[in-house]
Nanobody, 126 residues
Framework: EARLMASGGGSVQSGESLRLSCIYS????????VGWFRQAPGKEREGVAA???????SYTESVKGRFTISKDNAKSTLYLQMNSLKPEDTAMYYC????????????????????WGQGTLVTVSS
């Protein structure tokens, strides 16, 4: 059973950086896609960045060039480096894993994914 635990959120000023971490377990030898989603107040959860089973990375358009997703298999940790943060990045951020999503994790309906970490709150003030 896949399990994830996210951390690293906080309150920052516009233009600053944060790095989120997500420790995972139980992925075994399955070809999981892993990634980050976010949900702002009053909005639907949206995919932010993902690493596909073959190692490729994908990003939602609004974070391209500012966010970088990476994974350290030795530490069983997924990261999201967020630079040049904007107030519109304010949201609860969640990590997720799914063994069937392949390269489509970011556009998969959140309710269909195999595992979620608890959220970590990112607040960006102007």
């Amino acid at each position: 059973e896949a399990r994830l635990m996210a951390s690293g959120g906080g309150s920052v000023q516009s233009g600053e950086s944060l790095r989120l971490s997500c420790i995972y377990s139980g992925l075994g030898d399955e070809r999981y896609a892993v990634g980050w989603f976010r949900q702002a107040p009053g909005k639907e959860r949206e995919g932010v960045a993902a690493i596909e089973p073959d190692g490729g990375a994908s990003y939602t358009e609004s974070v391209k060039g500012r966010f970088t997703i990476s994974k350290d298999n030795a530490k069983s940790t997924l990261y999201l480096q967020m630079n040049s943060l904007k107030p519109e990045d304010t949201a609860m951020y969640y990590c997720a894993a799914d063994k069937s999503a392949g390269r489509y994790l970011l556009i998969s309906p959140p309710g269909t994914l195999d595992a979620w970490g608890q959220g970590t709150l990112v607040t960006v003030s102007s």
